[in-house]
Structure formats: C-alpha cells, structure tokens
C-alpha cells in the first residue's frame, strides 16, 4: 500500500502548516512515531471542516478512524515545521481513503507518508451511513488526475 | 498486511497492561486513534528494556521505527484498561517486525491490531547495525510456532 | 499554595495506578511537565466516574479545569509507574479544589504535587451549577481531618 | 501568582503561533487542560533556542521545569489556533520564572495565562548551574519596564 519512493508536494492536493511542539520530540531527540498520525488527522479534519463542512460538536453523520499507516523515511525534530499534503485515493459509499505525506520544513520531498481510511456513521448509532453531500464533493477535489 | 479477523490473546506471546488516561478521550467520546500507536511502542519498549536489555539513555544501538499500522476494530473509551500483546513476525539482521493486538478490559479479541517495524541503528551515526545479541535472543521468544 | 517539602501517601485519600508510557519521555530522558497534568486530571476523572457517577458522555453537569499547578520535586521516567493520589482541600457551592501527589513506584514521598480546580457547569450552558449531590458527597469522603 | 483579570498581548515581549491539533480537544469538545502546558513548554523552548543558544541535543546546561501553574479562563477548541506570549518575571542565579499568556485566534486578551519555572542544571550530574550568558542575555529582553 505504501509507495516506495518519498512522495513529492505535487503528489498532493491540500495542505496545512502543523508546527512541532517540544513534547512531540522523544528521548532520542526525534519527533516520537506516534505524534506523527496527529499530524496526519489534524491535516484530514482541517480540510473536512473548512470544505466540507463537519461541524465535531453537532453533525449528525461523523467520521471514525478504521485504519491507518505511516512510512518514516527520515527524521524530523522540534523546532521543525510539518507540513502535510492531502490526496484522496478512493471514495466509497461510507468510507474513503486519504493518503498524506509530510514534508519537513521546506524539503520537496516526503520524510514521512502514509494513509488513513475513514468510515462515515450515525453520530448515536455508530452505524456507517453514506458519506454526506457537502464531504463527498470537497473530497472528490482531493482525487488526483493519476487516479 | 492485516489480518481479516480480530485476533485472540493467545495469538500473542508478551504482555503489558496500559490504562487509558482522561485525555486519550477525543470529542467522540472514544480514545483518539493515534494514541493506539503509543500503546504499541510502549508495549513494545517494556519488552525490549525488560527482557532485551536495552537502555533508551546509553545503549549504543536503539530502535528506530520505520513503519506501523493499526486496524481499528471496536471502539475503547477511558476509563477502559488496554491489554497489549506483541509476537514477532520476522526478525531481520538489523530490524523486526512486531505484531500488536490491543484487548479492551476483559475482551477476548482485539478491539485494534497491526503491525510496527523496528530498524536498529547506531546512535550517533543513525547507521543501521545487527540487532544486538541479548535483544535478538528476546526477540526470538516472540516468534510464533505457526511462524 | 503549595507544601515546602514532599508529601506522605498518608496525607492523600484515594489513589490511582498510572503507568507511564514510552512518549512520556522527552529529550532529557524524563516525563515531560505536560504529562503530569494528564496524571492529574486522569486519577480525578477516575474518582468522579467511579465514586460521584459522574457520566462524561451524558452528565448535564460537568467540571471544568479553571486553574492548575505543579510542583516537580524529582524526576520520573519511563517505564516507572506513578501512583496518583488525590485529596480535597476546599468544597465550593460549584467549585472544588483537589490537592494531588504524584508517587513513583514505591516512593514514600512525592516526586510532584499540586492542586486543581474544578468549576461545575452546566454542559449546554457552561454557566456554573450547583456540585451535583452525588459528587458533593463523593468529594467529602476526600476531605484530610486536618482540614 | 495569578493575575486576577486576563492579560493584554502588550503584557507580553515573544510570540510564538501555535496551532492546536484534532486531538487536543477533549471529550467536552474543547481544548483540554494538559495540552495548555504544552503550549507554554514550546513557547519558552522556541525562545531558547532561537534567541538564547540552547541546544537540547547537546548543551550541557538544560533547563528543567521545577513549577508550573495555569489559570484557564475562556475555552479554546481545535481548529483554533493559538499565539503564546512570553515575559520574565524574575532571573535567579540558576533559575528563571517565565509568565506566559495564551491568545486565541485574534483575541486580545489571554483566554489562558500562568507561569513556569526554570531550573538550569549540569545536563549529566543534574546539580543546578548559573544561567548561560547568553541564555541570561536573551532572558533580559523579556522582563517588562514595569518589573
């Protein structure tokens, strides 16, 4: 699933500035693994709210992380800027899939990508619903030509 | 990479015990997804510190991980307690892939599994080396029959 | 506000189990400041749900954070545990202030201690309420003899 | 140690943006209490670094945090973003007290605001040392005249 090569910017679609924090670094000086799937569903809500209009306090219909990866390629340390690139690689009914890379200040290449599949439910019932109208067409944005 | 099915205890040979914190809680009510990932390296980092003998502060050679995955499966929310299981799929001459289930309170399968690669490196030059001799015995113990 | 010197378990009412986790380490080899307060707010929920059924998910009346402090006496690091124990220092007509210590596995005296406050309000509103009598009367059975 | 009223941006000497992530929000739908710390650690990270000379890699003076408080006034929730500012209340011979106030989005008064301390130590013996010069230096530009 994960590609081989680090990913260039214009593999992606949309991106946010997620600047590190000085926790994020561990004790061997790096930004520890984990902190780097924050980046990766901060850069996915971001893009849900702003285009496409989910509201976390009050839609009805929401998403639920059901699998996500990651490929460190090289390491990124506080004070570093992230910035993460979006894509869209499929849409289904309920569910789609982002693929997201990382770019380490101003590199041109990924130092970090991966993807992270979303399934849409109910709020209450947690049952999977389709994805509503206003996602759908702010992710179809996020498809690339390629694909 | 991931198996269809939830996985049972006995699928794995080492465990930790790791109850979920207040914050771990996102705004859906349930422990946000990347933190399923610090239960996988720190279940991880016990065995490696217990029955390995590494030493994060001075070992020359440390773990750097170049790639995990999580299948989500069923929600967990604080204040859940989350036991985690770890087998070793493959060892390599400098890295291992680790396989992680984690099991909500009582449950008998996995509410979430996946997988976390390791590659050891000098910790200076951030040269991949061999597994050091006590880590690979360690490891070895976690190696399936079925495997 | 806060004590000159370390704590006893004895000056603290009840007590929560809390491993740390490998990302709790920072640079310095350390827990980081930040993840104290995650102790802190973590062995209160815990009380609060266990004792005062307090509902997270559904509770009309909740409790806000409005002030927190730490003091660090000494260093913890993974993989200690830390086992937090809480006290209550002040019960308001819609406040109530904790007093919490921090014991690294099986220390006598605090590594850190500190105190927070929590305002009840009303979810929907967040104007301030009434501490519900259920809490109210869980929160007393915290309250030192010396107070 | 806490100011009664929220603080103006003019009551501060350096910025740093910061913007929150998905998952700093809470099960109440707002930025939680811990993360608020983080935002104070990295705000006074970013100042040593940039302005002061402190390498976290390999200074053998660091800085460890002995107190630290916070008084939480307004909430904030992702995908707010947030500009910390920084000024020094008092320089000791090893130590130094920081206040910080936390601004969200374009808010002129601090929605949060509190205090850390500072204790510079020989990184191997962890014994207190005296400021770094130019540690001192960077400091001196952050007391306000009124202090």
């Known amino acids: 699933m994960h590609a081989d090569q680090p990913q260039p910017r214009s593999a992606y679609r949309a991106f946010s500035l997620l600047p590190t924090r000085w926790m994020?670094?561990?004790?061997?000086?790096?930004?520890?693994?984990?902190?780097y799937y924050s980046f990766f569903d901060t850069a996915i809500a971001h893009y849900l709210m702003r285009e496409g209009g989910l509201n976390p306090w009050k839609s009805e219909v929401i998403g639920f992380c059901v699998e996500?990866?990651?490929?460190?390629?090289?390491?990124?340390?506080?004070?570093?800027?992230?910035?993460?690139?979006?894509?869209?690689k499929k849409i289904g009914r309920s569910s789609v899939q982002y693929e997201i890379?990382?770019?380490?200040?101003?590199?041109?290449?990924t130092s970090a990508d991966?993807?992270?599949?979303?399934?849409?439910?109910?709020?209450?019932?947690?049952?999977?619903?389709?994805?509503?109208e206003p996602i759908r067409l702010a992710l179809m944005n996020l498809l690339m030509p390629a694909d």
């Open 24 to 35: 994020d670094n561990d004790i061997y000086g790096h930004v520890n693994n984990v902190n």
């Open 68 to 88: 996500s990866s990651c490929r460190f390629r090289k390491a990124v340390q506080f004070p570093d800027s992230i910035t993460a690139g979006i894509r869209v």
């Open 101 to 109: 890379g990382l770019f380490r200040n101003d590199d041109e290449e």
């Open 114 to 132: 991966g993807y992270f599949v979303h399934v849409f439910v109910e709020r209450k019932s947690e049952k999977s619903k389709p994805l509503p």
